[in-house]
């Protein structure tokens, strides 16, 4: 079985700023995969990064990148030069090689102040 | 390449009734999933198929059943609605299921059912 917690319900951050969501996960496998996803209000659910657990390189993709201590199977998310349109919520998710199904956090709900 | 579809987008219904619940993957993936979404219980995973097959299954009663069919759609039908069942449905594909690697899965927009 799988959990996944984000103890961070909501956030604000200024424009342009840095922010970083905090993601805590718990998993048996040994092989697994971990995904930031963002749901902006329009609802649609789309992939911000992932990461494959058994990669040691922090997973980057433009402003967005991860911390993942694997250790201590945290799996942080920072946004840097934040922006409006980055309001949303955000989950963070675990998933195994058995594929298509993940388990997800409760989500963080970011909001981004001009 | 169009994304995942999902029809209809809005649904009422009433207790009792039963509902079906579409969705289309991209085109080329063969793993279809579903989620349930509320804010009291967040993102509930309901149950995986990949090729015509049910793969994985989450914790939910039997009310809720789903199928895919040759051409990688899948339908979701929960019977004898409860007020409850009042959530988005999200569905998700991916290229692939199983293996090495897995693969990401792209979501549909829902769709909000309400039951009455």
């Known amino acids: 079985a799988q959990t996944v917690t984000q103890s961070q319900p909501e956030m604000s951050v200024q424009e342009a700023e840095t922010v970083t969501l905090s993601c805590t996960y718990d998993?048996?496998?040994?092989?697994?995969?971990l995904f930031w996803y963002k749901q902006p209000p329009s609802r649609q659910m789309i992939l911000v990064i992932r990461?494959?657990?058994?990669?040691?390189q922090n997973a980057t993709e433009n402003r967005f990148s991860v911390n993942f201590q694997k250790a201590a199977k945290s799996f942080s998310l920072k946004i840097s030069d934040s922006q409006l349109g980055d309001t949303a919520m955000y989950f963070c998710?675990?998933?195994?090689?058995?594929?298509?199904?993940?388990?997800f956090g409760d989500g963080t709900t970011l909001t981004v102040k001009p | 390449k169009a994304g995942v579809t999902q029809t209809p987008r809005y649904l009422i219904k009433t207790r009792g009734q039963q509902v079906t619940l579409s969705c289309s993957p991209i085109?080329?993936?063969?793993?279809v999933s579903w989620y349930q979404q509320t804010p009291g219980q967040g993102l509930q995973f309901l149950f995986e198929?990949?090729?015509?097959?049910?793969?994985n299954k989450g914790n939910f009663p039997g009310r809720f059943s789903g199928r895919q069919f040759s051409n990688s759609r899948s339908e979701m039908n929960v019977s004898t609605l409860e007020l409850g069942d009042s959530a988005l449905y999200l569905c998700?594909?991916?290229?692939?299921?199983?293996?090495?690697?897995?693969?990401?899965?792209?979501f549909g927009p829902g769709t909000r059912l309400l039951v009455l």
């Open positions: 990461q494959e657990a058994y990669k040691q």
């Open positions: 998993t048996s496998e040994n092989n697994y995969y």
């Open positions: 085109s080329g993936h063969r793993s």
């Open positions: 998710a675990c998933g195994n090689t058995n594929a298509g199904k993940s388990t």
């Open positions: 998700a594909s991916s290229l692939e299921a199983g293996g090495l690697h897995q693969e990401t899965q792209y």
């Open positions: 198929y990949f090729s015509e097959t049910q793969r």
